[in-house]
């Protein structure tokens, strides 16, 4: 989501004659997008706030400006909050002439709706904003607010766009994507539906959903990920394998409807990847609840897991409950670590040998990666990207696996070239 506002604000400053430069030096305007969802990461922008305010007048924006404004005040005399970044060309022009301004409005904007420059090969494309969680331990909502969904003409038109552009991968985001419409008379369901019915041979990966919000519509979500556009990617993030925790966080659903929920995923896509998020120590977590989760890892094995130590976050309701101490803390996040690992390695094993499909969307250090249909990272050497490949997976290697190309199979986008079909296993 911050990715996608900081090419809004971009998009909007060159339209009004600014140039994006290369180096902070260089600039008359800088602008800080922050994002402050855990206490490191607070830590990193408030850093780096102090480092480019001394090149020059600095724009505080982002998560932080709207939810912890007192701790840039005193690097930037102009903070702008996520719902107030169409006035990014008045606030630019407010720090160029050292003045003080705050654009810190609960705004109605439709992102989607926003001319920018795709990423690359992928493009971003924010479905909605804000959330209808209570979740006692998130700051993100404090910044975000409430539900706004965005129209799904404005979607729609948004990826058609970026598609005539020459996007391959579509990322559809959102606080919750699986909320989306409930407060515009819609669901996800229906959104994908129409973004899957536009012609091409492109991906789309859905952002992460709360488990409670997809069980919800499970049943018709499921039927609208039989298309071979979306790939089998779910992002449920669990927190914890303990009820008692669940209910503590303000999570409004239970461990064994969690798990019910990935069981029907699996039944229906058997090679999804399952993407959760846990967070140990929170405040209360016994040994048995922590234990009760590393249970929950056991049984559900998701291929990707988001750890997280946890840290209180300023003005929000957990952050007034009994803390652990740190030590406990670190020690119960190394145990749950070096099981995420076993499983992550027994997961990437049933890819050994398999002939896929597999869509080169990425530039990387190494090289380019692809997808697989599940969403699944692999490195393909120096091939060129916006092509699918079939390709043979020969090993593994942290969160990717290795695959060895047999033959392009044809351009992805729209002027693809090739019908492309799933490969047999071998």
Sequence with gaps: MNRSDSQIMESLLKKAGWTRVDRPEEADVLILNTCNVKKPTEQRMLHRAKVLSEYGPLIAAGCMAKSQ????????????????????????????????GEFLEWKRLDKASYDRDPANLIGIVPIAEGCLGSCTYCITKLARGGLTSFPKESIIDRIWDFLNRGVVEIWLTAEDTGVYGWDIGTDLPDLLDGITSLKGEFRIRVGMMTPNSALRI????????ESPKLYKFFHLPVQSGSNRILRLMGRDYTVEEFISLVKRIREWYEDSTISTDIIVGFPGETEDDFHRTLKLLEEIEPDVVNLSRFGPRPKTKAASLPQLPASVI???????????EEIKERRNE??????????????TPKG?????????????????????????????KGNYLLGRVVRRLGRAGLNFN???????SR
């Design 218 to 225: 499970a049943d018709r979500l499921l039927d609208s990920f």
């Design 69 to 100: 404004p007192e701790l840039l005040r005193p690097y930037s005399k102009v903070l702008m909050a996520p719902r107030s970044i169409d006035s990014i060309v008045e606030a630019a022009f407010l720090a160029l002439e050292g003045k003080e």
């Design 418 to 424: 090739v019908q492309v079909e799933e490969c047999p």
């Design 350 to 363: 049933r890819f050994l040998g398999r002939d896929l499909v597999v869509l080169a969307s990425e530039i």
């Design 330 to 340: 670190k020690r119960r996040s190394k145990v749950a670590m070096e099981l995420i």
């Design 368 to 396: 380019t990666q692809g997808r697989t249909p599940s969403y699944k990272p692999v490195a393909l050497g120096q091939v060129e990207p916006g092509y699918f490949y079939e390709v043979i997976i020969e090993g593994f």
